[in-house]
Every structure is written in structure tokens, then in C-alpha cells.
């Protein structure tokens, strides 16, 4: 199968270099022409166009910014869509909206091409070895199909059922994350306060009822102080919004998600859109004249598990 990747950003630059270290016939694009050469000089091929990329490869996957950016790469005369044909398969990776992924999964049918979407969770460093979550939406026996490439990317696969459904759930974990680093906030911030040991706070929180993924990776970055997540403010306002937009659709008022946004909004007025979502954490440090460092934190997550074959769930 040949496989063609369109965005070698922070994600998907490490899901296509686990494609790449095992050996698929592998064809990438990206605006960055620098990320692009480095792929070609570990032996992957250059499309010059996201039309092309379609026209040469069977499996063609996205991982994108934004829905806005993911519909100029599909949709445009030089785009995804106007280079596929009977059977080809179109991935999409970036973390989306379920009526876009929708909208856009219609155009790829009228072309008798076939659409899953597929975003995926667990880290940057989890993406660079191979070890990341994918959920995947889409018809059954297209997952099958490509099931073999997902279990290179990833570790735990999960067929979540119809086109759409991966893109709801993902939406739904991520604003769970940017609840759980904002509550971290204020627990680092009483714990300082308190004078606790914060090497053995974070022990203790790690084997309790509060903890959580975000506490055993993100705390790390904040004691450290380097706040290195590998994502930025304006993804996590972009994800938070989704869900938000989906609440409404669903005509449910929500009290908690709208309360969290507002806070992350506050975060990149101060720290800036590009500043690490981490950095939220910061503003309590600022407004009371704290620091939460403590030693042996790593300034950058690193994934000790050795790099394994996925498997479904």
C-alpha cells in the first residue's frame, strides 16, 4: 500500500516517521518545504501538490491545525479530492469537527473514494515511538483494511463505529485534559502554599484518586519549569471550542467547559497563542508570586516504553 501524509507538524511529523523507520512506501507534503526535505533525505518521496500526493498514493492521510486548513488541502483545485479515484482511502488525523469530517467524507464518497477519520491521543512523545492511542470512525471493513498501518503509528486502536464518532471522542478526551491542567493549576498552587515537598507531592498525587495522565506528564513540565507539551494555546482553545460547538448542537448548556475556556483564553492573552497549553499553570504562578520548580523533572517528555506492534481494543 502506498501511503502519502499531508502535515509533518508536532503529531503528524512523528506518525509519519513511524511509517517511514518500517519501511512503507511513503510520500509526504507540508507548507514547510524544510520538514518535507528531511523526510525525503530518510527516503520518502516529495508530492508537490496535495492532488498529486492523492494521484500517487491507495492511503492518504491528513493531520492538520484546523478544519478551516483541512478543507483548503482537501478541497482546493490542487487538493486531496480532486486526486482521488475508485477505492482510495482518506484518513483524516487532525483533530476536527464531526460535520466537517462529515461534510468533507461525502465529497471523498462522491468521488467512490472511502473516508475514516482518525485522531489520535496520548502525547507527542507516545506519537514518536509508535505508542499513541488512534481511534478511528468509518465503515468496518475499511479499518480492517488498513488496520496494519494503524498499528505501526499507534499502540491501542479503537474502531469507535460510523465516520465521525472518533473526531466526538476525541473532542470529548481533550477537553477532559484541558480540565484536569487547569485544576492542576490551583492543586500545585495550594500545595506550594502549604510549604509541601513538591517532589513528593507529585508521588503522592501519582498513586492517589487524583491523579491523572495529564498530572503523571504535564506535572513533570511544570515542576521543571520548561512547560515543553509539544501543544500550543491556540489548539487548545480550537479543541474547547469544539466541544462547546457540539454541546450546543446537542442543545446541552454546559457549566464547566465554558468556565475552562475562559480561563485558557486569559492564559494566551498574557503568554500568546503559540505559548505551550501548560502555561496556564503560569498565571497562578504569576498572580501569586510562585514558582513550582523541583528537581528531577525532565525538561522534554520522553517515552521509555519499548516501541511495540499495536493491537485493536
Request: hydrophobic fraction near 40%; include cysteine.
Amino acid at each position: 500500500m502506498k501511503i502519502g501524509f499531508i502535515g509533518l507538524g508536532n503529531v503528524g511529523g512523528k506518525l509519519a516517521g513511524s511509517l517511514l523507520r518500517n519501511k512503507f512506501d511513503l510520500t509526504v507534503k507540508d507548507l514547510d518545504e524544510k520538514l518535507a526535505n528531511d523526510f525525503k533525505n530518510k527516503g520518502a518521496k516529495i508530492a508537490k501538490t496535495a492532488k498529486a500526493l492523492a494521484e500517487q498514493t491507495d492511503l492518504i492521510i491528513t493531520c492538520l491545525p484546523s478544519p478551516e486548513i483541512c478543507s483548503v488541502v482537501m478541497e482546493s483545485e490542487e487538493g486531496v479530492i480532486n486526486g482521488l479515484s475508485k477505492n482510495k482511502i482518506w484518513l483524516e488525523m487532525s483533530t476536527t469537527d464531526e460535520s466537517e469530517v462529515k461534510r468533507l467524507g461525502k465529497l471523498v464518497l462522491d468521488k467512490k473514494a472511502l473516508p475514516l477519520d482518525s485522531p489520535v491521543s496520548g502525547g507527542c512523545h507516545r506519537a514518536a515511538t509508535g505508542n499513541i492511542a488512534i481511534f478511528v470512525g468509518g465503515k468496518r471493513e475499511i479499518f480492517e483494511k488498513i488496520l496494519p498501518v494503524l498499528t505501526t503509528m499507534g499502540r491501542k486502536i479503537l474502531h469507535t463505529g460510523e465516520l465521525g464518532t472518533a473526531s466526538v471522542l476525541k473532542v470529548i478526551t481533550n477537553y477532559l485534559a484541558s480540565v484536569h491542567l487547569a485544576a492542576l493549576g490551583e492543586a500545585w498552587t495550594v500545595a506550594k502554599k502549604s510549604n509541601l515537598d513538591l517532589n513528593k507531592t507529585y508521588k503522592g498525587i501519582a498513586v492517589s484518586s487524583g491523579n491523572s495522565f495529564v498530572h503523571e506528564t504535564e506535572s513533570q513540565l511544570i515542576l521543571n519549569g520548561s512547560y515543553n507539551i509539544n501543544f500550543t494555546m491556540d489548539l487548545v482553545e480550537k479543541d474547547m471550542n469544539l466541544f462547546n460547538e457540539l454541546s450546543k448542537k446537542l442543545n446541552t448548556p454546559l457549566e464547566i467547559s465554558p468556565f475552562i475556556l475562559d480561563i485558557f483564553k486569559d492564559a494566551q492573552k498574557k503568554y500568546g497563542s503559540r505559548a505551550w497549553s501548560s502555561m496556564v499553570v503560569k498565571r497562578l504562578e504569576d498572580k501569586f508570586g510562585l514558582d513550582f520548580r523541583a528537581s528531577g523533572f525532565p525538561e522534554e517528555l520522553s517515552d521509555n516504553e519499548k516501541e511495540e506492534k499495536g493491537y485493536e481494543i
